[in-house]
């Protein structure tokens, strides 16, 4: 139900903003960003709540990225600056239309994408 793009190959220091859409409205959805590494779990990076009220972002991306929403177009956004080879994986996002308690856990979401490859490297 959920769709990410704007995935893509980029070199250590660029940008690149990905789009979460749906077929449903989002948003009445918390909607968290995900990142998984190659090799590694997948981790929570990035979230806004139901009607982008509150943002939360993971200590490795704060500064560096921004969640955002747009009603009208039903997506939400992560933008990606000053981007790192530590950032390289596949970004996911996921939602859920109940409250949710603690934005880092995978478990509180019902709602996922497909994912969408992120490369950093020169």
């Known amino acids: 139900r959920l769709m990410e793009s704007g995935g893509g190959s980029v070199q250590p220091g660029g940008s690149l903003r990905l789009s979460c859409s749906a077929s449903v409205h989002l948003g009445s959805f918390a909607i968290a960003w995900f990142r998984q590494a190659p090799g590694k779990e997948r981790v929570a990076i990035s979230y806004?709540?139901?009607?982008?009220?509150?943002?939360s972002y993971a200590d490795s991306v704060r500064g560096r990225f921004t969640i955002s929403r747009d009603n009208d177009k039903n997506t939400v956004y992560l933008q990606m600056d000053a981007l790192g080879p530590e950032d390289t994986g596949v970004y996911y996002c996921?939602?859920?239309?109940?409250?949710?308690?603690?934005?880092?856990?995978?478990?509180?979401?019902?709602?996922w994408g497909q994912g969408t490859q992120v490369i950093v490297s020169s």
């Open positions: 806004i709540s139901r009607w982008a009220g509150y943002e």
């Open positions: 996921a939602g859920d239309d109940s409250v949710v308690r603690d934005w880092e856990q995978i478990s509180e979401y019902t709602y």
